[in-house]
């Protein structure tokens, strides 16, 4: 056999590397291509998620608002001013009065930087309400959001003035202090939120793990 001959077993063996080469670029580009088309494709999840809480958080707090001023309506519609009505012996009971500052009387001669905090909490809690993915924290937070505009809705509507109302309080616990509904879900909000970070529940879980097919 002529030595010049070649053979194809003595192929250039750079031209070999070459082809190799080539072929393991398609291959890792076919396979990117394949990955970033599933990504595009597979539902957010977690948008999803957020959104949900997002929508039980809020209609939490709309509940909240409505129940807080309906009972506000209600008992300055029956109850009068310097009349208590027992509830529960002298430990709960119906007073009306109308609060010019924040929780117990304090502050009553600072109703504009207390109506100005009020509205700073609210925003708080709403954002916080957006963001979170979990349920339960939803709930928490919508109440705690329900309450705050519930009293932020007297400050802004309500006598004196914008920014000055005072707060319609009807429920007397004992001799410490009168409070109203929106008291009521801003401290069971708090406590909710609470019990849920002592338990390790966070307001946004990690992400769970996807399989890759």
């Known amino acids: 056999m002529d030595a010049n001959q070649t053979t194809p077993e003595a192929a250039d063996p750079h031209e070999s590397r070459a082809l190799l080469a080539d072929g393991d670029v398609t291959q890792a580009a076919d396979m990117g291509a ?6 595009a494709t597979a539902p957010p999840r977690d948008d999803r998620r957020r959104r949900r809480a997002a929508v039980l958080g809020f209609v939490v707090a709309l509940l ?33 009065a109308f609060n010019p500052g924040a929780a117990f009387s304090l502050g009553a001669s600072a109703t504009p930087i207390i109506t ?22 939803a709930v928490g937070l919508g109440l705690i959001l329900g309450g705050a505009l519930g009293n932020v809705i007297d400050r802004l509507a309500r006598a ?7 707060v319609v309080d009807f429920i ?21 939120c609470v019990i849920l970070a002592f338990n390790g529940k966070r307001m946004r879980p990690p992400h769970a793990p996807q399989s890759i097919a």
């Open 34 to 39: 394949s990955s970033t088309a599933a990504h």
């Open 172 to 192: 007397a616990y004992a001799d410490w202090f009168i409070g109203n509904v929106a008291d009521v879900f801003v401290f069971a909000g708090m406590a909710l």
């Open 64 to 96: 909240a608002v409505s129940i807080d001023q309906l009972t506000k309506v209600w008992a300055e519609a029956t109850l009068t001013m310097g009349e208590r009505h027992p509830l529960l012996a002298d430990l709960l009971a119906l007073q009306l």
């Open 116 to 137: 100005v905090v009020a509205i700073a909490g609210s925003a708080v809690a709403a954002s916080l309400t957006w963001r979170t993915t979990s349920l339960p924290w």
């Open 160 to 166: 004196p003035g914008p920014g000055r109302g005072h």
